[in-house]
């Protein structure tokens, strides 16, 4: 079956400006994680939603970041006023609910802030 | 401290040879602790959970010790399709006890 995608998968933008990245869980997967690598780094948890609702957003940096996720399915992470520190790989990541389920991840989107 | 330590490498290893990663966590009441394998700009993918007892899945071993928050894996009779690098993974168990924490991984590539 399909597995989780991202989209775009690369991003080029201009300091200030805003952005959207979307990602399309595995079908059937009620929890949607967000996480962010910069190079040479693990990736680094952001936010968590169970269903339609983020049951933990300790990892956002700031409140220029945000995310959604109003059917419960694809959910759309929200940059504003980019930064060139904010450029990294944004993966999106899904799994069944449970607490030990395996979270599977999708390709990524490169975002490079100019 | 970083949560989750590892030796960055680069590992660089002959096909055939046995190679060992450690790594060590700092949250004593963590729970959950896993491999995952990363290959260049690619999604990391789950390698194996690691369990107290120590497990074993074909030419690799994953071992636990919770009183040294140490987690290793050993890399038997390595392919050069192991060459990869190698992310050891904490669930910490704090806020919603879903998020993941990541070393920064161990870069291994394996040599014909």
């Known amino acids: 079956g399909a597995g989780v995608s991202q989209t775009p998968s690369n991003k080029v933008t201009e300091k200030g400006k805003y952005v959207e990245l979307r990602c399309d869980p595995i079908s059937g997967h009620t929890a949607l994680y967000w996480y962010r690598q910069s190079l040479g780094q693990g990736p680094e948890f952001l936010i968590y939603f169970q269903g339609t609702g983020a049951a933990d957003d300790s990892g956002l940096p700031n409140d220029r970041f945000f995310a959604v996720r109003p059917e419960g399915s694809v959910s759309t992470l929200k940059i504003q006023r980019t930064e060139r520190g904010d450029s990294a790989v944004y993966l999106c990541a899904s799994s069944l609910a449970g607490i030990n389920n395996e979270q599977f991840f999708g390709p990524g989107t490169r975002l490079t802030v100019l | 401290r970083k949560e989750v330590e590892q030796d960055p490498g680069p590992f660089n290893v002959p096909e055939g040879a046995t190679v060992a990663f450690n790594c060590t966590y700092s949250?004593?009441?963590?729970?959950?602790f896993f491999w995952y394998r990363q290959d260049c700009r690619k999604e990391p993918k789950l390698l194996m959970s690691v369990y107290s007892s120590g497990n074993e899945d074909g030419r690799f071993t994953a071992q636990l010790n919770r009183a040294s928050q140490y987690i290793s894996l050993l890399i038997r009779d390595s392919k050069l399709s192991d060459s990869a690098t190698y992310l050891c993974v904490v669930n910490p168990l704090t806020g919603s006890a879903r998020q993941l924490t990541f070393g920064s991984g161990t870069q291994l590539t394996v040599l014909p």
């Open positions: 949250n004593s009441a963590s729970q959950s």
